[in-house]
């Protein structure tokens, strides 16, 4: 079961966020964590967009969090999303071993496309 799925299953209360929210800020402590249900973010670094987020379970802040470091991005509402936040999320993880799978899958899909990107830049120079 994914960790949308889970949450879904336990309930868990929903947030709204409109366009122009920011849902985290690069350079500030992290400490929850949150699951896109819907909508559209866009994730930036020093203010330059990196991505465009629109699937459904896709986690942000899970870093900061985990590592108890600041956010190194920031993500912006572009389109109404809804999310489910975790405001303790090592207890979720250890209360719901499971759901540990989806975020190391997340990190894991997040690796490889970094190192992708890593590859394609040096092979253009």
């Known amino acids: ?30 400490g929850k964590v949150f699951i896109l249900i819907k909508g559209i973010v866009e994730v930036s670094i020093n203010r330059k967009t990196i991505a465009t987020v629109l699937e459904p379970g896709a986690i942000f802040g899970e870093i900061a969090t985990v590592c108890g470091c600041n956010h190194s991005a920031t993500v912006t509402v572009v389109e109404n999303s809804e999310f489910y936040i975790i405001d303790n999320f090592i207890s979720h993880l250890k209360k719901y071993p499971d759901d540990s799978m989806t975020v190391i899958r997340s990190l894991c899909e997040r690796i490889v496309m970094l190192n992708d990107n890593e590859v394609a830049r040096n092979l253009t120079y």
């Not at 960790?3 to 992290?30: A, C, N, W, Y």
């Open 1 to 30: 079961m994914s960790l949308l799925t889970s949450l879904r299953v336990l309930d868990h209360p929903v947030s709204e966020f409109k366009i122009g929210d920011m849902i985290t800020e690069e350079g500030r402590q992290g």
